[in-house]
């Protein structure tokens, strides 16, 4: 069948792999696999049929499921150079995107596509160009549909199209006609999505923020809060974000194309970080995070429940509810072990009672030289501010688990 419907040096190529996956590998030197390869023509464009017959036949091995992909497309520059094919009678350099001729325009780019798995870790590159200076959204917009067709006829789903935020990618998608509220677009009745690379995102989402002011929701954001944060943080023992540098709030052209940077800048850390020295500003020493949502409703709605038996339908009646509301409203809180959210460990208002907390007293017995508490320095950490506390206390932590893995104690202060 390989060598039916492909070139001689790629059916090889092909059997050698089925050879390497059923049996065991046999020993092939490096120059005969560069003998393999080498009389391959990987022309520019979507013309080698022989690669995606290749391929098809790869495809047939692989679970329904994994042949789920995406298409990602970008651009390198290259070297400007022309060489002579003495072979194929061709010049090699040229302004070259798969159609009948040729350019006489020297390339400075060469833009590829490429398959990947989403659930099975595969991908594959399909095609390149040789572009002179930018890849046309115009010129992209046909070969892209050629190639999503291509990859569904061989067996391949082909779910979206991932790219940078290149000018010419911007125009493509006005070109698609995809929007941030629908970025979907249609290849021979197949739904396709357009997607930005999330780096790329988040990068062009930093720098934007760096020279502008954001207002959403009547709210306003700018980097000015940023800078404020990164100046107190830096003064601090014991910092809240010690990731951040100067190469993160005062980056050089250079320093603005690195990716990390605006990941690390547009981090949970830093929000944290920065909502730690709100609540200080505004005189709370913490958040109770933990109580703004409405776990304590689910738990109540379960007590509610339990009142009726938790019977085949666990929804009371409105005479029901009413009776265990009057019986829950005076009696304590009913623990339910049908409620979906943690425990509350709240209790309602009314069953509080005064209760008498007994103090306790260590027994004697185990009052001994091999159980005497530590000698500690008489210092008073209760006088940090809030981000040197909160830092205090998470290094506290750590330190108490890394010792509680190697160490017992009979008591721990």
Known sequence: MCDTFLSKPLAEIVKLQATLK??????RSKRCLERMT???????GLVNDDVFAGIHIKVNSLLEV????????DEMSLKA??????????????HDIGLETKQFLVAQNASVIMARGIYYNWKQPVAYFFVHTQFKASDILPILKACITKLFDIGLHVDGVVT????????LSTLLNVTPENPVFSVNDHDVVYLFDTCHLQKATKNNLVNNTFCFENKRTSWTFVEEFYKSDKLQPYRCAPKLTDAHIYPTNFEKMKVKYAVQVLSNSVASGMNTYKLSTA????????????????????????????????????LQFQRAFRKLFCQHFLHSQQSNCIDDLDELL???????????????????????????PDNDYRKLNLPTQNAFTYVCGYLINKALTIHTFLVLL
């Open 22 to 27: 059923d049996k065991k590998p046999i020993a």
């Open 38 to 44: 080498e009389n391959i023509a990987y022309r520019p």
């Open 66 to 73: 994994d042949r789920h992909c995406i298409i990602c497309m």
């Open 81 to 94: 150079n022309l060489f002579y094919h003495t072979g194929r009678d061709e010049i090699i350099g040229l």
């Open 164 to 171: 940078d935020m290149g000018s010419n990618f911007i125009s």
């Open 283 to 318: 005189g709370f020493q913490y958040l109770k995070t933990r109580r703004i949502n409405q776990d304590c409703l689910e738990n109540y709605f379960g007590s509610v429940r339990q009142q009726g038996g938790n019977c085949v339908n666990p929804n009371p009646t409105p």
């Open 350 to 376: 009314s069953s509080l009672k005064s209760e008498t907390i007994t103090s306790v007293t260590p027994d004697p017995a185990e009052e001994g030289d091999e159980n005497k508490a530590l000698s500690l």
